[in-house]
Structures are given as C-alpha cells and as structure tokens.
C-alpha cells in the first residue's frame, strides 16, 4: 500500500531559526514528489522533484530528493512568522494518475 | 486513520456527457470537505467548499451550474461535472476536514479527468 509520511507533524521555532521538514514516501511507480504551503485555502506549490540529488531552491526555502532513501527534505533558514503554515508532501505515482498525501507538518514561527 | 479516496481515479469521457467524481472520508466524519484543480505544475485551485447538508460554496470564476457538489453525508461529496468540454480536462483532488481543526484537511488521490 502507498503510504506518505511527514515527520515532525507539528513544530514551533523562533523567527530566524533554520528548519528541516521531512517526507518519506513507498509509492510504486514514483514519478514525482511535489511540496505545498497551506495556509488558509488552497495549498500553494512549492517544488517538484524528480531526479535524486538535485537540490530546488526559491528564496531561503530549498528542498531535495533521496530516491535511494525514499525520502525528501525542505529546509528554510532564516524562519518568519509568515512562514507559518502546513506544509504537505504528497508523491506522484501511477503514472500521474493518483497523489498521495502525507498528513503534512505544522509550522509555527513565533516572533 | 484520517483516509480519504477518490472514484475513479481515471475518467476518460467525450464532450457534452456529466461525469461524477466521488470523494469518501473512510475513518472519519467530515463535516467539510474541498474540492480541488490542480494544472500542471501549477497550486492546487480550490473550486468549492461543502458543508454536510448544506450548499456549498463556491470561488469566485468557478461555475456553479458546471461542477455541481453535493454533500450528503458525513462521508461522502460528490461533484459533477455537466455537459464537459476539453478545456475542463484536469486533475481534480477532494479533501476532507472533521471540522475539529478546519486548518487541517486530509487529501484523497485525485481523478484524472480527460475529455475527448
């Protein structure tokens, strides 16, 4: 069964510290895995990633994929309170028929 | 727990039919539920909110008469989409929220919707 699980679950830091998320997938027919920030409607993307190795980057979020781990981290330094919000993973499989979600991880950033 | 699915997970159709997309809470009640379209690449658009019982409400631009949503019970929404035409080729996502924490909503796989 494909199953994707996001580690912590929910997380509190002070603004400028730096935080790893993480995200670990069994998926048959892994295609992708995508990063989302939800904060009050819909989630906004965030990263695709499909080769291992290959670090994304967009502003001091940045976000990379171990195919041999099975498993995906996304780092954001330099924390704000804007950064709070819930951050899901879900994994592209099946031949981008199905997404799989984790239960995503929340973050508060306290001033 | 907190499991959501999706019938069908593939939907091929030709233009002009309704196709029904089915989005079941397996473990849980959900007293709300969401429904997405997500483009490639793109964020997730929230197309509309359901409340069990109720109407639900939809974004602004979505055509209610189009995708027609009904939530009529705990465990299952459903949406519609009426007389499809290509351009509503997508790949529609549902998810589900027992209304404890409204921030928190669980997701279900997604239907690939294509129209011929």
């Known amino acids: 069964e494909d199953k994707v699980v996001q580690s912590p679950l929910s997380l509190v830091v002070h603004e400028g510290d730096t935080v790893t998320l993480n995200c670990s997938y069994e998926?048959?027919?892994?295609?992708?895995l995508l990063w989302y920030k939800q904060e009050k409607k819909a989630p906004t993307f965030l990263f695709m990633l499909?080769?291992?190795?290959i670090e994304k980057k967009s502003g001091r979020l940045s976000s990379i994929l171990d195919k041999k781990e099975l498993s995906s981290i996304l780092n954001i330094t330099a924390t704000q309170t804007g950064d709070s919000a819930i951050y899901l993973c879900a994994v592209d499989s099946n031949s981008g028929y199905a997404l799989n979600f984790g239960k995503g991880t929340s973050l508060l950033v306290t001033p | 727990g907190a499991v959501v699915s999706q019938h069908p997970s593939r939907v091929i159709c030709k233009s002009g039919t309704s196709v029904k997309i089915e989005c079941r809470s397996l473990?849980?009640?959900?007293?709300?539920m969401f429904w997405y379209r997500q483009f490639p690449k793109q964020s997730l658009m929230l197309m509309a909110t359901?409340?069990?019982?109720?109407?639900?409400?939809?974004e602004q631009g979505v055509e209610k008469d189009k995708f027609l949503i009904n939530h009529a019970s705990l465990t299952l929404s459903t949406l519609t989409v009426t007389s499809a035409h290509p351009e509503d080729s997508s790949f529609y996502i549902c998810?589900?929220?027992?209304?404890?924490?409204?921030?928190?909503?669980?997701f279900g796989p997604g239907t690939r919707l294509t129209v011929l």
């Open positions: 998810s589900a929220s027992s209304g404890a924490r409204t921030d928190t909503q669980y």
């Open positions: 998926v048959t027919n892994f295609r992708s």
């Open positions: 499909t080769s291992s190795g």
């Open positions: 359901s409340n069990e019982g109720s109407k639900a409400t939809y």
């Open positions: 473990d849980f009640q959900a007293t709300t």
